[in-house]
């Protein structure tokens, strides 16, 4: 007989299944708090039960444990002296979608050397969430293989389906039946309909392919996501930040019966990828907020200890700590300053001493 399948499969490898590694990784009863505390902060901002401005804030993508955990420190500090303004989550992201090819993020590549060794990132991708939640500090992030959230969804507050995967039938689908309120990027060419697409389609039940708890493949069927909402990240040559794009949003959110919530990216197309320029659309969305933009419920930062990237190593061991190799990133000290400057102009203006 000839041979019919896996003509181009060099080799497969058995993962361990979602069950064996949450007994090897377990949630404590201080982790799960904060999750439950996090995705119900987050619930209550997009319902207008809760004034505060979302903000989702850390690294461009996760490389350096070490490095992650001295960041989500520094960030539980600034969410406790800022929560009365500001619902702070650290964005901590795995997974990078690639337009061609290109570092896959953590989860699939964590020894930076091409060895892939998923099975040594799932384990230390879920242990870093287990960490970051017992400091009290809730986590964000981005699912891109519809595999990982079984093993690790249990421990995120807040998720988001990216511009490159958001018109995916498959994305969608996982969205439907994630346990934690989910951002839509609009498109790499700044398409606004493809998000409003995936809300409606997220809110939705679904039946589809998937995996158990013990790896199998299984039917999944999910109730819908009510907590769909939409994340302008810019699209190719244009932001879409200013007044102008954020009330032509409300009005498409409104033709299609939707909630007017929007969370915009500082970063990405809306900063041209130039890290410096975040600042600028982090102090429109502030005065937005200000002058009585309600719609703008949050917005995400990419920030790291040391600003700006470094490029992909050939050799680990020579990266400086604490510098992005994805997308550029504001320093901490930045973050702190834009974080705290922010949250001062809102409460003046929630306590009625500035117009």
């Given at each position: 007989m000839q041979r019919l399948q896996d003509l181009r499969v060099s080799n497969i490898v058995r993962l361990t299944s979602p069950r064996t590694l949450k007994d090897k990784l377990p949630v404590t009863e201080q982790a799960a708090d904060t999750v439950v505390r996090g995705r119900t902060e987050v619930e209550d901002i997009l319902t207008g039960k809760d004034s505060r401005l979302l903000v989702i804030v850390g690294p461009c993508s996760i490389h350096d444990i070490d490095a992650a955990m001295e960041y989500a420190r520094r960030l539980k500090e600034l969410r406790e002296k800022l929560r009365g303004d500001l619902c702070i989550v650290?964005?901590?992201?795995?997974?990078?979608?690639?337009?061609?090819?290109g570092w896959k993020?953590?989860?699939?590549?964590?020894?930076?050397?091409g060895s892939f060794d998923i099975e040594h990132g799932l384990y230390y991708a879920r242990k870093l969430l287990l960490d970051i939640n017992a400091l009290g500090l809730p986590a964000a992030t981005e699912f891109l293989d519809p595999f990982t959230p079984q093993y690790v969804s249990?421990?995120?507050?807040?998720?988001?389906i990216g511009a490159r995967t958001i018109e995916s039938q498959?994305?969608?689908q996982m969205a439907s039946g994630l346990s934690m309120p989910v951002g839509f990027k609009n498109s790499t060419d700044g398409?606004?309909?493809?998000?409003?697409?995936?809300?409606?389609?997220?809110?939705?039940p679904h039946s589809f392919l998937g995996i158990d708890q013990d790896g199998h493949s299984s039917v999944i069927t999910t109730t819908g996501n009510p907590y769909g909402h939409m994340v302008l990240r810019g699209g190719t040559q244009r932001p879409n930040y200013d007044e102008n794009n954020i009330a032509d949003a409300e009005r498409r959110l409104e033709k299609a019966r939707l909630p007017k919530k929007l969370l915009v990216d500082c970063s990405h197309a809306n900063s041209g990828k130039k890290h410096e320029r975040q600042s600028k659309v982090w102090e429109s969305i502030i005065r937005q907020r200000v002058n009585?933009?309600?719609?703008?419920?949050?917005?995400?930062?990419?920030?790291?200890?040391f600003c700006g990237n470094q490029p992909f190593p050939d050799n680990p061991s020579k990266l400086t700590y604490g510098v992005s190799i994805t997308d550029a990133c504001i320093s901490w000290e930045e973050t702190e300053r834009m974080l705290s400057g922010g949250a001062m102009l809102l409460k003046k203006v929630a306590a009625g001493t500035e117009a």
């Open positions: 650290m964005r901590v992201y795995f997974e990078k979608p690639r337009t061609t090819i993020g953590f989860i699939n590549d964590p020894h930076l050397d249990d421990l995120v507050s807040w998720a988001a498959t994305h969608r398409r606004l309909q493809v998000a409003i697409d995936a809300i409606r389609s997220a809110m939705h009585g933009t309600q719609s703008i419920i949050g917005v995400m930062i990419e920030s790291n200890l």
